[in-house]
């Protein structure tokens, strides 16, 4: 019996352990056809998935991402932003060209986040555990040339999903009021209040959770998320080399 959204939700955590045991064909093809039922800009469903079944190849995975439970258990995928297959259905130097440039290239991003996302909700409601990967970035061209990427296709997310192995504190998330705003945008400063109380939960959080407990605040979380940033600088580059965003050769 699957649970419901809004208990998906207040249930989830990522997970990054899993067990042995096996999730079937029938159960991936439930979570991937339904979450198909995702919007999709355009009706172009600009999105595809790989998965990984080779060791060797999960192995440079798991090396690609640092994180070593990405070779061990669970079902392994790569989702693409995949601009190709409409290439291949709509032929034609105009509509490549579309299809290519910022305003698709974005759509084939945002359907693949959506697809991941709800991915994620139907197998949590399911029972199962998943981890969203953005750590393949750390190197793109690899993957690239691992899963032999066509054109008009990129790497946006690793997904990992399986029986959970452990059952990680849920992290806490902002109040509404730093998140929900009226008629226009609200600066930080109108809602320092959330923030201190939000740095105080956070705090408590990274405290007393079983694995890695330590001492943290919303600035210095903040500022550390972005040093990882430098190594992905490579993306953009990468992008134009898979032939997207053709407008910036001009
Ligand atoms: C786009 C995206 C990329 C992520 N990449 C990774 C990753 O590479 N490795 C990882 O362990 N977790 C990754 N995560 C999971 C986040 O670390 C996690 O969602 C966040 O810390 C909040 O924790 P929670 O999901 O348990 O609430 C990613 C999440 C998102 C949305």
């Given at each position: ?18 067990t ?34 080779k ?95 066509p ?26 009021s ?59 580059n ?13």
């Amino acid at each position: 019996m699957a649970k419901s959204v809004i208990e998906t939700l207040q249930d989830h955590r990522t997970r990054r352990l899993f067990t042995d045991e096996p999730v079937s064909d029938d159960q991936l093809a439930e979570i991937i056809t339904m979450a198909q039922r995702m919007p999709t800009s355009q009706y172009l469903q600009a999105y595809s998935l790989i998965e990984i079944t080779k060791p060797a190849l999960r192995q440079q995975l798991a090396e690609i991402t640092t994180m070593p439970t990405v070779g061990e258990h669970g079902r392994l995928f790569v989702v693409l932003a995949d601009q190709h297959r409409n290439v291949q259905l709509a032929p034609g130097a105009t509509t490549r060209q579309a299809l290519s440039e910022f305003d698709r290239f974005v759509g084939s991003i945002e359907d693949a986040t959506l697809m991941t996302a709800a991915m994620v909700m139907v197998a949590e409601s399911l029972g199962l555990g998943t981890v969203v990967l953005g750590s393949i970035n750390n190197d793109t061209q690899a993957v690239i040339d691992a899963l032999k990427l066509p054109d008009l296709t990129l790497p946006v997310f690793g997904l990992q999903l399986g029986h959970p192995a452990d059952v990680p504190e849920v992290k806490p998330r902002l109040g509404l009021s730093a998140v929900l705003f009226k008629d226009q945008y609200a600066e930080p400063t109108t809602y320092q209040e959330e923030l201190t109380r939000f740095d105080g939960v956070l705090n408590q959080y990274y405290q007393h959770r079983s694995s890695h407990a330590r001492t943290e605040h919303l600035a210095h979380m903040t500022a550390e998320a972005t040093h990882s940033a430098a190594k992905r600088r490579e993306f953009l580059n990468i992008a134009r080399r898979q032939g997207f965003l053709p407008e910036l050769d001009h």
